[in-house]
């Protein structure tokens, strides 16, 4: 794997993240998805993570596991990349961030978003 300065490369961490999103979509765990292809579901997390490369062919199995085109599991043309590739990283580890997001996306207020965030900086500070 190929481990740049600030760690995991950003490519294989999207690719993980787009894995854990899809498998929720489908209701599944990590420890059904790595039995449907064979491995383990300390394995899955590492995918999830981008700590660890997903193989070409762990690729299309994982997609057929999840009924999606392989391209599915891979980032498209044109999306933004993040300030740092630490920032991908921090997302795929840290448990909630992905029920705060989600819950963010919700708030339809510009001027309620804008509170919530500064609210997160303001805890942010106090630490």
């Known amino acids: 794997m190929t481990v740049h300065e600030d760690g995991p490369d950003p490519i294989d961490v999207a690719v993980g993240l787009r894995l854990r999103t899809l498998r929720k979509e489908r209701g599944m765990s990590q420890d059904q998805l790595g039995r449907a292809l064979g491995i383990t579901f300390q394995q899955i997390q590492k ?20 009924n999606v085109a392989p391209n599915a599991l891979l980032p498209e043309e044109g999306d933004p990349t993040p300030r740092s590739p630490a920032v991908l990283t921090l997302l795929a580890q840290m448990h909630g961030v992905e029920e705060l997001v989600e819950a963010y996306a919700r708030i339809r207020s510009p001027r309620l978003r804008r509170a919530v965030l500064n609210i997160a900086r303001s805890l942010a500070e106090d630490v």
């Open 47 to 66: 995918y999830e993570r981008g700590t660890n490369r997903i193989s070409a062919s762990m690729l299309v199995k994982s997609a057929r596991a999840l």
